[in-house]
């Protein structure tokens, strides 16, 4: 094995090596309107402080809330009119939510798709107003924003799905940052749908117009482009490992890459005949995957077995010149 010399500070070292199992454990949901129950969902998003898990009911206009074991814990929204008199719309409707992203300070944001905006929810889980693009703004405007991230500088990144891009956010609602727009460049977008971000602040962007999952670091440039076994790729997830989880809706296909873009791991369904369809998005942590398993109105929950070895090495005078 070759290590990078700027990564060798000492004689001696442990190199880990280490393999990803998924194991299918449990579903929960179901086509329908009731507590456990979806239509089309389309977004997740998880609360690591609670272990909360947020669906984003797209077919049922809503947000679901759950337990980390899949209990339902409260919804929020409901339908709005995305044309007609507001008067007529409750302050906290939603049309069609594609994403949800929860906060740090337990809020949490909706693309909110048809009504064009991204909207927060407050640490009470009331509705809390516009967050993007502020009311009264006529110059900021988004086309149905779709996937949504919040990074660890508690940044909130926005696929603006028509117009072929994506916005970095502060959390007072500033953009920060642009990338992509319309074309076919490496640094183009064609109805892109999510967006990660890892702990180095690289960007990864679900682009499937282009069948690609598209790579930037932490300044906005681009670096590469992941295109192995992929088709359709919308949703895109970071591994505790470092890991990058991808959900191919043509494929149906639930597929983890090491970082260079090589698959190494791959699930299509929760049985031999029980299949994924259109799965759409992901949230990975230390012990469960959750699959969002959307042409099948469900949220399939994965044990994630990790097995590790770990070698001790020993480098020589020259190497460390």
């Not at 727009?181 to 962007?205: C, H, K, L, M």
């Not at 598209?214 to 681009?222: K, N």
């Given at each position: 094995?070759?290590?990078?010399?700027?990564?060798?500070?000492?004689?001696?070292?442990?190199?880990?090596?280490?393999?990803?199992?998924?194991?299918?454990r449990?579903?929960?949901?179901?086509?329908?309107?009731?507590?456990?129950?979806?239509?089309?969902?389309?977004?997740?998003?998880?609360?690591?402080g609670?272990?909360?898990?947020?669906?984003?009911?797209?077919?049922?206009?809503?947000?679901?809330?759950?337990?980390?074991?899949?209990?339902?814990?409260?919804?929020?929204?409901?339908?709005?009119?995305?044309?007609?008199?507001s008067?007529?719309?409750?302050?906290?409707?939603?049309s069609?939510?594609?994403?949800?992203?929860?906060?740090?300070?337990?809020?949490?944001?909706?693309?909110?798709?048809?009504?064009?905006?991204?909207?927060?929810?407050?640490?009470?889980?009331?509705?809390?107003?516009?967050?993007?693009?502020?009311?009264?703004?006529?110059?900021?405007?988004?086309?149905?924003?779709?996937?949504?991230?919040?990074?660890?500088?508690?940044?909130?990144w926005?696929?603006?799905?028509?117009?072929?891009?994506?916005?970095?956010?502060?959390?007072?609602?500033?953009?920060?940052?642009?990338?992509?727009?319309?074309?076919?460049?490496?640094?183009?977008?064609?109805?892109?749908?999510?967006?990660?971000?890892?702990?180095?602040?690289?960007?990864?962007?679900?682009?499937p117009?282009?069948?690609?999952?598209?790579?930037?670091?932490?300044?906005?440039?681009?670096?590469?482009?992941?295109?192995?076994?992929?088709?359709?790729?919308?949703g895109?997830?970071?591994?505790?490992?470092?890991?990058i989880?991808?959900?191919?809706?043509?494929?149906?296909?639930?597929g983890?890459?090491?970082?260079?873009?090589?698959?190494?791991?791959?699930?299509?369904?929760?049985?031999?005949?029980?299949?994924?369809?259109?799965?759409?998005?992901?949230?990975?942590?230390?012990?469960?995957?959750?699959?969002?398993?959307?042409?099948?109105?469900?949220?399939?929950?994965?044990?994630?077995?990790?097995?590790?070895?770990?070698?001790?090495?020993?480098?020589?005078?020259?190497?460390?010149?």
């Open positions: 094995m070759t290590v990078e010399a700027n990564r060798v500070a000492s004689r001696t070292g442990t190199i880990e090596c280490f393999s990803i199992d998924l194991v299918p449990q579903t929960v949901g179901r086509t329908g309107k009731g507590e456990r129950q979806f239509i089309r969902p389309m977004g997740l998003g998880w609360d690591p609670h272990r909360e898990l947020y669906v984003a009911d797209t077919g049922n206009d809503r947000i679901v809330r759950l337990a980390a074991d899949g209990r339902f814990i409260a919804q929020y929204g409901g339908f709005g009119l995305a044309l007609g008199d008067s007529e719309e409750r302050e906290d409707s939603l069609a939510p594609w994403d949800v992203a929860p906060g740090g300070f337990s809020n949490f944001y909706v693309a909110d798709q048809n009504n064009d905006r991204v909207c927060e929810f407050d640490a009470y889980k009331s509705y809390k107003g516009l967050f993007y693009p502020k009311e009264g703004d006529t110059r900021n405007r988004l086309n149905r924003p779709r996937g949504l991230t919040i990074d660890h500088e508690n940044n909130l926005v696929v603006d799905s028509r117009n072929d891009r994506v916005l970095k956010l502060s959390p007072s609602g500033s953009q920060l940052l642009e990338l992509g727009g319309y074309g076919s460049s490496r640094w183009n977008f064609r109805d892109p749908t999510q967006v990660a971000v890892d702990q180095e602040g690289r960007i990864y962007v679900s682009d117009g282009h069948r690609r999952i598209s790579v930037f670091d932490r300044l906005g440039s681009f670096q590469r482009v992941i295109t192995d076994h992929l088709r359709s790729p919308v895109v997830g970071i591994d505790p490992d470092g890991l989880g991808i959900c191919d809706e043509e494929t149906n296909e639930l983890f890459y090491t970082p260079d873009g090589r698959r190494v791991l791959f699930c299509a369904g929760f049985s031999e005949r029980d299949r994924f369809r259109a799965p759409a998005d992901l949230v990975v942590t230390p012990r469960t995957v959750y699959l969002l398993d959307s042409g099948n109105h469900r949220v399939v929950l994965l044990e994630r077995r990790k097995s590790m070895l770990e070698s001790s090495w020993q480098a020589g005078t020259s190497v460390l010149k």
